[in-house]
């Protein structure tokens, strides 16, 4: 009888849902506050780093090839997503939030920072001559962990779906060209802000209550920090990324 009782047991444990992360929610929010910010540079800036060019060079351009992964204007930090970590229900996502693109054009990804919305379509546009090869990675602190991996003929259309699960972004490159480089970030929820070019942030209709809010950059370490939202208020939240020493 115990034996039965155990398997039973057992065979009702196999059984059982497996534990997902609930969607998100879109609801009405009535009285919602605001987080406003900037996003600076403490520090000295990283210089570009530079890239030889020594495949496709017709197309690609000949010699070095410099990127900025850290852009600062006026001491501003530029490429920056702040957003509110793992909100539950809230706004609806803007219209404009969708699908993610990396158009590749004179061996270039561009935009250099997207923004797409998680489990959309990811679509990769080649428009050059020649084949690339889209490599996206889904960023977790100092480590990558490919999403797809895809060889892409030359004047090529490709779509994948993105499902991000503990990630916030996803840095691009290119396996037949190493100077290209790329990041989109992958919204989990609409409370997030790209920053301006003067490092301001604003971000709106959020529910009160208390809440983890993150400043995300592809190249250096992320930033967070614990904000309360009052109904029908505004708290201002600031970040200072470190610099080179």
């Not at 605001?34 to 520090?43: E, F, H, Q, R």
Request: hydrophobic share 40%; net charge positive.
């Amino acid at each position: 009888m115990n034996k039965l009782v155990t398997a039973l047991t057992v065979i009702g444990l196999c059984t059982l849902p497996l534990i997902s992360h609930a969607a998100y929610k879109e609801i009405t929010v009535s009285n919602g506050g605001a987080i406003t910010g900037k996003v600076t540079l403490a520090g000295k800036d990283y210089a570009p780093k530079k890239y030889r060019v020594v495949k496709d060079d017709a197309v690609c351009s000949e010699g070095t090839r410099e990127i900025d992964f850290v852009r600062v204007v006026n001491g501003s930090l530029q490429d920056v997503v702040v957003y509110l970590d793992k909100v539950k229900e809230g706004k609806a996502f803007p219209a404009e939030v969708g699908d993610g693109i990396a158009v590749q054009e004179a061996c270039y990804f561009k935009p250099f920072l997207g923004v797409m919305r998680n489990k959309a379509k990811f679509v990769s546009v080649n428009k050059d001559p020649v084949l690339h090869n889209i490599h996206t990675y889904e960023l977790l602190g100092r480590v990558k962990k490919t999403v797809f991996n895809i060889s892409q003929p030359d004047q090529n259309t490709i779509s994948k779906t993105v499902n991000l699960k503990k990630g916030a972004a996803m840095k691009i490159e290119c396996d037949a060209h190493d100077f290209m480089h790329a990041y989109t970030f992958v919204a989990k929820n609409p409370y997030f802000a790209v920053v301006k070019e003067d490092g301001s942030f604003s971000i709106d209709n959020v529910p009160a209550g208390e809440y983890i809010i993150k400043a995300w950059h592809g190249f250096l370490k992320d930033q967070k920090a614990k904000v309360k939202v009052e109904a029908g208020g505004s708290v201002t939240v600031d970040f200072a990324f470190k610099g080179r020493r």
